[in-house]
């Protein structure tokens, strides 16, 4: 049995591999009522012969570890759609994939879950640069946003 390839899809997340500096809004929420800024890093990489990318996050408040993320991102050929698991230092049952779409530099996620709905979105600025938004929802039709970031490549 000949071993599958990445296809065009798969190379489109090749985007996010490196590393990034970021700089964070948190929105005020339940979570976080008060709201703040943040600063975070992210690692990026390829792996599983091109077929998923990586990622591991550490956002700081201060000099403070205030939260910490692990996603592996990928394309589904049978539903078409861009997928994303994403496990964090919450600790929380992560839930179903979220499953997104790609126009043009743009990478959106949605994922419905026990505590509502996520509406996750990268914007590709440049090879260089991006930004994320995400936005949270009880009913899927009315958003909040949650957290606004600008990334900066460091490698």
């Not at 929420?29 to 800024?37: A, E, R, T, V, Y």
């Not at 990318?53 to 589904?76: E, L, N």
Request: charge should be neutral.
């Amino acid at each position: 049995m000949e071993m599958g390839k990445p296809t065009e899809q798969h190379r489109k997340l090749e985007a996010m591999v490196g590393e990034w500096n970021g700089e964070e809004k948190m929105h005020a929420s339940p979570w976080d009522p008060k709201g703040g800024n943040a600063t975070s890093v992210t690692r990026a990489r390829l792996e599983i012969d091109g077929f998923f990318v990586i990622t591991d996050y550490v956002q700081k408040r201060g000099a403070q570890v205030s939260y910490r993320g692990h996603g592996v991102i990928g394309w589904d050929a049978r539903l078409q759609h861009y997928t994303m698991h994403w496990f964090d230092s919450m600790g929380c049952d992560p839930g179903p994939a979220a499953l997104g779409t790609m126009d043009g530099k743009t990478l959106q996620f949605l994922q419905q879950h026990h505590m509502g709905h996520n509406r996750i979105t990268y914007g590709f600025d440049s090879k260089d640069r991006y930004t994320f938004k995400l936005e949270q929802s009880q009913d899927g039709k009315s958003w909040t946003p949650f957290i606004d970031g600008v990334y900066k490549r460091v490698s």
